[in-house]
């Protein structure tokens, strides 16, 4: 297995350019609020012409949603060193979405307007570029490991699994968004054992009767 290329010159120009212009964005929105910010007040924050600004983010959604998965990136390098491929699936899903509650809770005022944006992506074929920043590569590798241990299903590969616990994922995050009140580790919680257990009932397994002398 070859080693990934190397991001060249100009893609790196090209991402320190977008990192600058998410934090940026990131301050004025944590000042003034999501909705009062404007994309001229992103580019003066920004200290950049406005066709610079559009040419990298046409729209606030779309700064706001590469400062979170800026966010994602660094909190997966801190957990990488947490995780025991070792102790399966649910163990290490488990310590992400509890990473991912605790910083979802203070930040709940920016998850509508991004999770929006994100759903609107995918409807104009952008998948791949709207999936950069998910922890989808991390779902898969816990996958993977699960599989090769003989602890998952191996039908259907862990991309493909990946992708449906990822769906799970957000649904736990909307109903929680949607219904105060809501503890977000308990709906994660859940979406695990739905995807671990499935939705089929348990059956109770009763001791055979003893025979009658």
């Not at 609020?33 to 559009?54: H, N």
Request: glycine share 4%; hydrophobic share 45%; charged share 20%.
């Amino acid at each position: 297995m070859t080693a990934p290329e190397a991001p060249s010159r100009r893609d790196r120009k090209r991402r320190n350019t977008q990192d600058h212009l998410a934090n940026s964005a990131a301050r004025l929105f944590h000042a003034h609020g999501f909705d009062a910010v404007t994309m001229e007040q992103i580019a003066v924050e920004a200290d950049v012409a406005r066709g610079t600004l559009y040419n990298h983010f046409p729209v606030k959604e779309a700064a706001l949603a590469h400062w979170i998965h800026m966010q994602l990136a660094h909190d997966m390098q801190h957990l990488a060193t947490a995780i025991d491929p070792h102790a399966g699936f649910v163990p290490n899903i488990s310590l992400i979405l509890d990473a991912s509650a605790d910083w979802c809770e203070p930040h709940r005022v920016y998850l509508l307007p991004y999770l929006r944006f994100r759903m609107l992506e995918s409807l104009v074929d952008r998948q791949e570029e709207a999936q950069a920043g998910d922890m989808i590569g991390a779902y898969a590798g816990l996958i993977f490991a699960s599989q090769h241990a003989g602890q998952m299903r191996t039908d259907l590969s862990a991309a493909h699994l990946a992708t449906m616990f990822h769906h799970l994922y957000l649904a736990a995050l909307l109903r929680w968004l949607n219904e105060p009140g809501l503890s977000l580790r308990e709906e994660f919680n859940a979406a695990v054992r739905l995807f671990v257990e499935g939705a089929t009932p348990r059956v109770a397994k009763h001791p055979p009767r003893r025979k009658r002398a």
